[in-house]
């Protein structure tokens, strides 16, 4: 096998393009919601509901995690059983499809409160979707890689995250300045939403070529896939289970002040600030988060998976505070130089993820394992981040309370980084990962 210069193998680059472009997909679908949820959907869909108009809308973000772990455990059932090629296929079309009848669902004033319903159960499809599409491409991102690769091709599925919010709000600002105020309002924030069908069929023609993973098919034909994975995996490594999803939590509440729309919402309602701007702002953080991100996979592979965590949530710790005195002086710039700063400690809390999870569990229940895991995490912590943001922000007129709670989850990341058995590059078989000397099964 030949490797470029970045050290990914020429006939693997179709894998790690898949899983990336794939997983862009997927969250530039699930992000454009969660920013038209604080600047669009509060007037639009929910106005009815009165002055708590905002924080129900920001809700909506947060019910659709709930069926997060539903969709990780349906998918990652599948996926074990039958592939991971086949899942990730299924989820980019359900999380497209209602993106897409998002983009047409009229307003409230048009047809009342059907219309907040219907966009609600839309967003329920897209979490069932979300719960399942991260394991399959981070695992078969990782169970393609050399041994002393995982780390670096585990990252281009993440960076697919920070791609779609760089495509979501680039998107939405465009529209932004080419509209004015009342027509984006009333028309224009559609056009992102129905622009995801173009998405859709280039991500389906990418994945479509893509080989199943060689892990898996060693398993197929020894014929020892789980019929029922989910025993096993709470059995015997639920523990596993519990500490992925810790860690996964505190990057994901941190995260959540940009990707769910918080960040975005406070400065243009609160700070006054143009939204074209501010979305821009965000784009370049954005840029900031990828390089980051690919950092913290590079680096895990010579540091180790754990060590690039904890440096990460060091930095999103020390940062935390000083993050939100620059945010709240109403400067552009430095919302900029606060994104971007911000963004580092995401990286390395990220960036590591796809091979830590892939190298915590056995092959017959890794999807389920790290899907689960996963889709809890997001549950606990950017389920309803934005909308715990928000509460405190308004009950307490600082924003430094939002600061004070995303230090807690940090904190609890950390300390669960300590409880994580850390083995860069092992085979991937059925070894033993908790400190507590907990049998793999």
């Known amino acids: 096998m030949s490797r470029s210069a970045g050290g990914i193998g020429t006939e693997h680059r179709r894998v790690v393009l898949a899983a990336m472009i794939g997983t862009t997909i997927e969250w530039y679908d699930f992000f454009i919601y969660a920013i038209c949820a604080g600047q669009v959907f509060a007037t639009q869909y929910f106005a009815v509901l009165g002055k708590d108009a905002l924080l129900l809308s920001f809700a909506t973000i947060g019910i659709s995690f709930f069926f997060r772990p539903i969709g990780a455990v349906v998918a990652g059932h599948l996926g074990d059983r039958i592939g991971r ?8 079309l359900l999380m497209g499809a209602s993106t897409v009848l998002m983009g047409v669902v009229p307003s409230t004033a048009a047809i009342g409160v059907t219309a907040p319903i219907l966009l609600v159960l839309l967003r329920i499809v897209q979490g069932l979707s979300a719960g399942g599409e991260w394991g399959g491409a981070a695992l078969l991102a990782v169970e393609h890689a050399p041994p002393d690769r995982r780390g670096l091709y585990g990252a281009f599925p993440q960076i697919g995250v920070p791609i779609g919010l760089l495509l979501a709000n ?20 559609r056009i992102p ?17 893509v080989a199943e993973s060689p892990v898996f098919e060693e398993v197929r034909r020894a014929k020892a896939a789980s019929s029922l994975p989910l025993a096993p995996l709470f059995r015997h490594h639920w523990r596993l ?16 002040m940009t990707t769910g729309g918080y960040v975005q919402s406070y400065a243009v309602r609160s700070l006054h600030l143009d939204r074209s701007t501010v979305l821009v702002a965000v784009m370049i953080s954005a840029v900031a988060w990828l390089v980051s991100t690919l950092a913290g996979g590079w680096l895990a592979d010579r540091s180790g998976r754990i060590r690039v965590y904890r440096i ?68 606990l912590g950017g389920a309803f981040a934005p909308t715990i943001a928000e509460a405190l922000q308004s009950g307490t007129g600082t924003v430094y309370a939002v600061g004070g709670y995303l230090a807690v989850m940090t904190i609890i990341g950390l300390v669960a980084c300590f409880f994580v058995r850390d083995e860069p590059g092992r085979p991937l078989g059925d070894v033993p990962h908790v400190t507590t000397g907990e049998n793999a099964g």
């Open 85 to 92: 090629r086949a899942m990730l296929i299924l989820t980019l």
């Open 170 to 189: 680039g998107v939405l600002a465009l529209v932004a300045a080419l509209t004015t105020p009342a027509q984006f309002l009333d028309w224009g924030w």
């Open 193 to 209: 939403f129905l622009l995801s069908v173009v998405l859709i069929v280039a991500g389906l023609l990418i994945r479509t070529r």
């Open 241 to 256: 289970v519990l500490l992925g999803a810790l860690l996964f939590a505190a990057n994901n509440a941190v995260g959540y």
């Open 312 to 379: 990460g949530f060091v930095v999103q710790l020390l940062w935390m505070f000083p993050f939100f005195a620059l945010v709240d002086t109403g400067s552009v710039g430095l919302l900029v130089v606060a994104l971007i700063l911000f963004a580092v400690g995401l990286g390395f809390t990220y960036g590591p993820q796809a091979a830590l999870y892939a190298e915590m569990y056995p092959t017959r229940v890794r999807y389920s394992g790290a899907a689960i895991s996963y889709a809890i995490g997001a549950v």
